[in-house]
């Protein structure tokens, strides 16, 4: 059984002394709801036969703020193993960051 919550996000925007309310539906199953309060998330970086070394390597540092070494041992054990945690924290955090990463080409999900 899946039960589904839906939620409302009011938006108040002025314009010339007018106020318009625009309103904005999202549906989330219990499982979504449930994983996302978990305190802590990992962000996940997953192989693929697209990305280089060095491209994995580079965003690693530029974004995670890992240094070339570590980004290196990253890079390796994702090749070898097929995923590797990259990063832990908030749901919105991991959130911004797979976002962020993805634009890079970066297989990523958040767990």
């Not at 539906?25 to 997953?46: C, D, G, M, N, P």
Request: one cysteine or more; charged letters at 25%; a negative charge.
């Amino acid at each position: 059984m899946i039960i589904y919550f839906t939620y409302y996000i009011l938006h108040k925007n002025s314009y010339f002394c007018t106020m318009s309310t625009e309103t904005k539906e999202e549906t989330f199953t219990l499982e979504e709801i449930l994983t996302s309060l978990k305190t802590v998330h990992r962000l996940i970086l997953w192989n693929d036969d697209i990305n280089t070394f060095d491209h994995v390597i580079y965003c690693m540092m530029k974004y995670l703020d890992y240094n070339e070494s570590q980004a290196e041992k990253i890079a390796w054990k994702v090749h070898n193993e097929g995923k590797c945690p990259v990063l832990e924290g908030s749901f919105t955090e991991m959130e911004v960051y797979r976002k962020i990463l993805q634009q890079e080409g970066l297989t990523v999900t958040v767990d």
